[in-house]
């Protein structure tokens, strides 16, 4: 069987549920399935990442990328809020359905979402910032793989921004990020959440 989160197709039984939930000051609805990451509620960690990102020191020019968007809540969010194009992947096909789903039920028009593994189907050759609530149970080389393969994929004073429990690897991808960037910044710690930022400098 795959019905974990991160398997490219689950097979788990469809059980939809329909909620909203307020980001960024806006309520939104969103409709979730079985087989996908968080679905009875935005996770905690996703909340903090979304109060936390700040694009305001961001190159002008270019799309912002939400890496295992999930259902959407990140990507549909940032998208409201900063009004930059966004384009959101997830390996999940069920996922990335419901995300396209959440986008039209929220009237987000300023999104691209797709099917892509990590970053082999993006759309573009570079990005103005990169975030990502990465999927922790796939494996500490997936979440380095997500860490490293940003950098190539950023202009120049971009920024990738991930949210990971300390418990579960918060010290290891700082060091990947700070190896891979030269800089890796906690922003923000939050009930175990860390927010780490790296910048393309």
Partial sequence: MTNHYYSERPDTAHDFEQWSF?????????????GVFSRETVDYGSRVLIDAFDWEELPEEGKLLDVGCGYGPIGLSLAYASERLVEMIDINERAVALAQGNAKRNQI??????QS????DVHEESYAAIFSNPPIRAGKQ???????????RLKKGGTLTIVIQKKQGAPSAQ??????FGNAEIVIKDKGYYIIKSVKE
Wanted: proline share 2%; charged share 30%.
């Fill in 117 to 120: 593994n990590i970053y082999a």
């Fill in 109 to 114: 028009e300023n999104v691209d979402v797709h």
């Fill in 22 to 34: 307020e980001l960024r000051g806006r309520r939104f609805q969103f409709v979730t399935d079985a």
């Fill in 175 to 180: 060091k990947k990020m700070k190896e891979t």
């Fill in 142 to 152: 997936v979440v380095h793989e997500i860490l490293t393969g940003a950098y190539p």
